[in-house]
Nanobody
């Protein structure tokens, strides 16, 4: 069983920064990509950022976070990071890590990010 362990969530003032980490462990044969999603109360889960684990590490961001968030990866550690800068109250949500494997996908437990005004 693959386990995704997230860390870095918490409470921060608007304009501040947080760095989320998601480390994958277990029997992982191949990681195609890892990403971050978020879900605010009463809203659908949305993609925040994703990065491939193939050569080059192609990235994709939601329009709402472009220029503020940066996703990165560490292939050796099977870990993905999300550096969040210039945080806004509307960034408040539960953030979920996702591993996209060759045969199935895995989700983390979610970590709360709260941005106060």
């Amino acid at each position: 069983q693959v386990q995704l362990v997230e860390s870095g969530g918490g409470l921060v003032q608007a304009g501040g920064s947080l760095r989320l980490s998601c480390a994958a462990s277990g029997s992982i044969f191949s990681i195609n990509a890892m990403g971050w999603y978020r879900q605010a109360p009463g809203k659908q889960r949305e993609l925040v950022a994703v990065i491939t684990f193939s050569s080059g590490g192609s990235t994709n961001y939601a329009d709402s976070v472009k220029g503020r968030f940066t996703i990165s990866r560490d292939d050796a550690k099977s870990t993905v990071y999300l550096q969040m800068n210039s945080l806004k109250p509307e960034d408040t949500a539960v953030y979920y890590c996702k591993l996209i494997g060759s045969f199935r996908d895995y989700w983390g437990q979610g970590t709360q990010v709260t941005v106060s005004s």
